[in-house]
C-alpha cells in the first residue's frame, strides 16, 4: 500500500488542528502520542532560518490486526516522506516529496527498542527508520537534505477513509476511466467526488498513472493532499460541529510526533497557517533519475536536488512574490531578446551513458516552455560536453536553451540542421536550472527559479482539468 494518505492525513491534521483553537477543545480532545528524538545526537546541523518552520511527515507502512506479524517481517518504514517547509511571517509553504526509493548515504544511528542501529552507508531513505525509528529517520532527512527540521510527524494508514469521508469527501478530475484491480479502484472519466474508499484506491494506484511509476503514483497523491485541504479550509469543515468531531476521531489515533512538538505548539503553528492563501501552498518532488547499480530504485538528480533543498533551507520559496518586486527594471530582461522559451523546439539526445535520463530531464524542459520535439541517443553528433546545435539563424533560441542549464552548454552552428534545435547532453551534464536561472550573479534569493523548472502542484487548484 502507498499514500499521498499518509501526508494527506498529517498535513490535514496539522492544518485542522490550529482552526480548532476557535472551538476551544484542541487542547482537550486532541492527544497525540509522541516518540524519542533526539536533534542534539545528530551532530553538527543545518541553520535555523528565522520564522520558518520545517516538519518532517512521514506515512508509515505499520499495519494493524490481522496484519500486524508484517510489522515484525519487516519493520516499519515511512511509505512516503515530505518535507513541509511553513513561513509563518510570509505565509508560505513549500512540501517537498523524497521518494521512497531514493538511495542515499545513511548517516550512522545507534541502535535502541526501535532498531539494531546502522554502522552508515548507502541504502533506501525509508530503510532509516527500521534500524533506528524516527530519531534515525530524521537524521538522514536532514543530512541529505541540509533542511533543519524543527519537527516530525508520523502518521500509519487507519485513518485515511475516515479523514476523506469527515470532509465530505474530495472533488477531483479522473482524465481517462480507471479499472485497476491491483488498486481495487474503478472510476469513470470526469470530475467526481471521491469517498474515502475511492481516494484510497487513487494514492494506490499506479497502473493508472502516466508513468506507471511511484513517481506518478506521488503526483495524484500531491493532488489529493491540495484537494483535502481545500475541503478542510472551505468553511463548511470549521462551521460544523458534526464533521469536524467526525474528522477529529478520524486523526486523533494517526499522529505520533516528537516530543517537542506539543499540542500548544502545534496549534500555534496551525493557527498562522490558516492565514497562508492556498495559491501559495506549492507541492513539488525532488528531482530524481534512475539508480545505475539497481533500475528499480532512484538516485537524487543533481545539482537540481541540491538547489531545490538549498532554497527551502533559506526560506527562498515561502517568499511572497509580489515583495520586494521593482517595476523600475522588471521589462528590461523581456526586451533583451524577443526569443520565448515556446518558440524553441528541441531534439533531447542523451550522451551521458546513464539509462533513462532523457526521460527525466524532458519534464523539466517542457515545465520551462520549451518544446521537445523527439528524445533519443546521438548518431551524427556526440560530444563529451554538454552541446546545443542549432542551424543557421537560430543563435538566439540556442543561447536562451544554454541559458536554462545548469553550468550552461557550448552552442554550435550546424548548417544542416533547420528550425529544430539539437541539445545533446555530455558527461558534464549538470541537470536544468531553469531561464534566468542558471546561477548567474544577481540570482542569489530567487528560490522560485527552482520551482519553476519542476512539476509542481498548488493546493488552490486542480493542475489537471477535466472541462
Given amino acids: 500500500m502507498t499514500l ?4 494527506a492525513c498529517a498535513m490535514t491534521g496539522v492544518v485542522i488542528a490550529g482552526s480548532l483553537v476557535g472551538y476551544g477543545f484542541y487542547q482537550d480532545v486532541l492527544g497525540i502520542q509522541t516518540a524519542h528524538v533526539d536533534p542534539d545526537g545528530w551532530g553538527d546541523r543545518p541553520a535555523q532560518v528565522d520564522g520558518v518552520n520545517n516538519i518532517l511527515l512521514l506515512g508509515t507502512d505499520e499495519r494493524a490486526g490481522e496484519d500486524a506479524a508484517y510489522n515484525d517481517l519487516n519493520g516499519i518504514r515511512p511509505d512516503v516522506l515530505v518535507v513541509v517547509s511553513i513561513d509563518v511571517d510570509r505565509g508560505g509553504v513549500t512540501m517537498v516529496n523524497l521518494p521512497r526509493d531514493t538511495m542515499v548515504d545513511i548517516p550512522p544511528c545507534d541502535p535502541g527498542e526501535e532498531g539494531e542501529g546502522w ?13 533506528g ?4 529517520q530524521g537524521n538522514t532527512v536532514e543530512t541529505v537534505t541540509g533542511i533543519h527540521l ?10 485515511f477513509e475516515q479523514i476523506v469521508d469527515s470532509v465530505g469527501g474530495i472533488e477531483m478530475c479522473v482524465p481517462e476511466a480507471i479499472d485497476d484491480p491491483k488498486a481495487h479502484l474503478t472510476l469513470d472519466a470526469g470530475t467526481q467526488r471521491l469517498n474515502g474508499e475511492q481516494a484510497l484506491g487513487l494514492a494506490r494506484s499506479r497502473d493508472s498513472t502516466e508513468t506507471g511509476s511511484d513517481l506518478g503514483r506521488i503526483e495524484n497523491q500531491q493532488r489529493m493532499m491540495g484537494a483535502i485541504l481545500r475541503e478542510v479550509t472551505s468553511g463548511d469543515i470549521l462551521t460544523s460541529p458534526g464533521n469536524l468531531a467526525g474528522f477529529l476521531d478520524s486523526v486523533t489515533d494517526s499522529l505520533v510526533t516528537d516530543y517537542q512538538f506539543n499540542n500548544a505548539k502545534m496549534a500555534e503553528l496551525a493557527a498562522a497557517m490558516r492565514e497562508v492563501d492556498l495559491g ?30 538549498s532554497a527551502v533551507a533559506a526560506g527562498e520559496l515561502t517568499e511572497d512574490p509580489e515583495e520586494g ?11 533583451e531578446s524577443a526569443v520565448e522559451p515556446s518558440d524553441v523546439s528541441l531534439t533531447l539526445l542523451n550522451n551521458t551513458g546513464i539509462d533513462g535520463l532523457g526521460a527525466q530531464v524532458e519534464p523539466l524542459l517542457s515545465a520551462e516552455g520549451f518544446v521537445v520535439a523527439g528524445t533519443g541517443n546521438p548518431e551524427l553528433r556526440a560530444p563529451e560536453a554538454t552541446t546545443v546545435y542549432h542551424g543557421e539563424g537560430r543563435d538566439q533560441e540556442a543561447e536562451l536553451l544554454a541559458s536554462a542549464l545548469s553550468g550552461g552548454a557550448e552552442v554550435v552552428e550546424e548548417p544542416t540542421l533547420s528550425d529544430d534545435l539539437e541539445l545533446v547532453m555530455g558527461a558534464d551534464w549538470s541537470g536544468v536550472s531553469g531561464v534566468g536561472g542558471g546561477g548567474d550573479e544577481g540570482s542569489e534569493g530567487s528560490g522560485g527559479d527552482v520551482l519553476d523548472g519542476l512539476e509542481t502542484n498548488s493546493a488552490a487548484a486542480d493542475k489537471v482539468s477535466c472541462d
Fill in 133 to 136: 525509528g524516527m530519531d534515525c
Fill in 325 to 335: 518586486s521593482d517595476d523600475s527594471g522588471s521589462d528590461s530582461s523581456k526586451d
Fill in 280 to 309: 501559495r501552498m506549492n507541492m513539488v518532488t525532488a528531482p530524481v533519475m534512475d539508480y545505475q547499480p539497481n533500475p528499480d530504485k532512484v538516485e537524487l538528480m543533481e545539482p537540481d536536488a541540491s538547489e531545490l533543498f
Fill in 119 to 131: 554502522a552508515g552507508g548507502v541504502d533506501q531513505i525509508n530503510h532509516a527508520m527500521t534500524y
Fill in 4 to 7: 499521498g494518505k499518509w501526508a
Fill in 150 to 159: 524543527d519537527h516530525l510527524v508520523l502518521v500509519d494508514f487507519a485513518g
